[in-house]
């Protein structure tokens, strides 16, 4: 008889317990931090991502392929990038993760358009119109789809475009030619609507 009365006394200490105990567990879960962009409003839960958005509208592309001199926004395109040249991404099937989400991609460049819809962004933008694409690839498919009668091709990667003045903005991209500088702070830009946005954020700071 002792037993169940001592056995019952510890069901009422846990009863009386619980609801205090889980009450302050709720109180100390950690709540998701919102980084807001100045520019635009989008939101994201790391600061490092907020950093990267940015660099949209500075037109900023702080790490240089040594190879090709192509500029990325973010360390790890740069690398994903570099397996273009080396040839790993054939070698190593599935071995890019999301570390977002965790799913697995076939190459480096499947996973960076994965990332930018993480990221709302649409860094691959028609010469033509105002649409946006996460890939080259939804691009080119746009620019076949919806734009025909190209007349001027680029010598180097075979793009055609419809206007001359559009394949010289286009040869921008190969040439590394930024004619566009910032009157603030002498950073440079290939397009005029970079500088403009990058613009922005110096009137944001004032």
């Not at 500075?58 to 273009?84: Q, Y």
């Not at 830009?189 to 944001?204: G, Q, R, S, V």
Request: net charge positive.
């Amino acid at each position: 008889m002792k037993k169940k009365k001592k056995h019952s006394l510890l069901i009422q200490t846990y009863q009386k317990k619980s609801p205090n105990t889980e009450k302050e567990h709720l109180s100390e879960s950690p709540v998701k931090k919102k980084f807001r962009c100045k520019l635009c409003g989008k939101e994201f839960g790391r600061h490092t991502h907020l950093v990267h958005h940015e660099r949209i509208h500075t037109g900023d592309e702080p790490f240089i392929c040594s190879l090709c001199g192509r500029g990325f926004r973010c360390a790890d395109w740069l690398k994903m990038h570099s397996n273009v040249h080396t040839g790993e991404k054939r070698k190593n099937l599935k071995n890019y993760v999301c570390n977002e989400c965790g799913k697995t991609f076939p190459g480096s460049t499947s996973l960076q358009s994965h990332l930018y819809k993480h990221r709302g962004e649409r860094p691959f933008a028609c010469t033509h119109c105002d649409k946006k694409f996460f890939s080259q690839t939804n691009l080119n498919r746009h620019h076949k789809d919806s734009h025909s009668g190209k007349r001027f091709c680029c010598s180097v990667c075979g793009s055609g475009f419809s206007r001359l003045t559009t394949l010289q903005k286009h040869m921008r991209i190969h040439t590394g030619e930024r004619p566009f500088s910032c009157p603030e702070c002498a950073k440079t830009f290939p397009y005029e609507y970079t500088l403009k946005m990058h613009l922005k954020l110096h009137a944001a700071k004032k």
